[in-house]
Each structure stands twice: as C-alpha cells, then as structure tokens.
C-alpha cells in the first residue's frame, strides 16, 4: 500500500543519476525511482551488478540505463555526465551513493596510510564535487533540480576506525551546506541523509559480527529518500536529516 506522500508524487518523466547504483541503497533508490516513471542513470564500477539492476527495472516496467564509471577517476566523470545526457537527457535528480570504507579491516588513523585516506577521499568528497560540479550549472540554467548526498553518522560521531570515512563524510556535509547556502535562490535543493545502519555488504565489511536483523532495509530507506526528493515543501534546500528517524515516525504515527 502507498503512503500518503508516495501516492502524491509526481516525478514521472524526470531524469536522474544514482551513483552507487549496483548494489544496496543506490541500488534500491534507482528502484525507487524509476517505479514513479524516473528515468534512471545507475553508475558504479561492475558491469555485471549493474546490467542485473537494470534488468530488473526494465522487467518492471521502468526506463533505465548502465554506465560503469570509476566516481573517483577525474577523467571519467564529464564523459560519464555526457553520456548520462545523451540517454535521458538533462539531469533533474542527482543521488550521489557511491562511497569507500577504505581499507579493511578499518585501521586506527595512526595506521592508515596517507594514500589510502586520499583514496577514500577521491571516491566518497572529490568524485561527488565533481560530478555535481558538472551537473549544477545545467540545473541553475534551468532553475531546478535536487543533489542528494548520502552521508552517515560517522560524518558527525567520532567512532575509533572510521576515520578515514567518517572524514570523508564529514567534509561531504559541508561541501553539501555550502553548496546548499550558494544555490539558495537558484531553484536547485541539495539534501543530506544519514541512511542509518543498513543491511548492506558495506556494512557487512565494516562490521562483520553485526546483528543483521537488527538492521534497516535498503528498500525502506530508499523509499524515505525519494519521498524527499518528492517533497519539495517538506525537505527544503539545505536539509539534512536522518532516514532512521523519519522510518521510526512513521512507524509511531
């Protein structure tokens, strides 16, 4: 049964890129999406992950298309924005979920190599930049559109072997607040969302011994996540909230 808000909206004929879109939430937002009429770009870096996932969406009934691309790699990030155009045309969604942990097991920062902090960074601050970086100016053109970045509450809690994500995350929710504060009269939203501890193969990674039936589901996040995407009124420019948080009220309500 819909909710209120999903039987409400109105994203039918939109264009988006997801990020991430192999597996887990970007998996499960593209999903999402592309079940309210959204054409769907699904970009990450395994070919075979993606062409299931757009199988799946075709099958239901929803328009979607594959693009392997590195996030981190800056060579490929306008060739991939082009190629996202040509296939669905300007972009009026963007949810950026590709993300690193790093290497695993987490170390202590003392013990992370500079390189690999870098690496982090590239995938999860720098590869996001970018990729809004190239698709902004076409919103502002056009007056409108929504950047969502998917965040963690790494990004505000300091956790002992998170440190090159939860720093990585962390400049992420500025990068996105400033981005929010420039864009402010421009029409184009940028959201944050805290996904919450979801039962994800990253997740898996980082916590292997983690109860996993104590944890959300992709799917239930995706839908809170498009429901804001949808939800002008009710998630404004600058908004950054907690999927977790919405699912419990909603659950209490």
Known sequence: MLSPMEANMNLSGKAALVTGAGRGLGQEIAKALAAHGVKVVLVARTVAELDAVVAGIRRAGGEAVAIAADVANKNAVYPLVQAAAEAVGPIDLLVQCASSLGPLPMPLLFDTDCEDLAAVLETNLVGPFRIAKAIG???????????????????????????????????????????AAELASSGVRVLVVDPGEMDTKMHADALPEADRASLLRPADVARVVVEAIADGGGSPNGTRFSAATRLDAEAQS
Do not use: C
């Not at 076409?138 to 440190?163: C, H, L, Q």
């Open 137 to 179: 100016p076409n919103m502002i053109v056009r007056g409108g559109g929504t950047m969502v970045f998917v965040s963690s509450d790494a990004a505000v809690e300091a956790y002992p072997r998170w440190g090159a994500y939860g720093t990585s995350k962390a400049a992420q929710d500025h990068l996105a607040r400033i981005l």
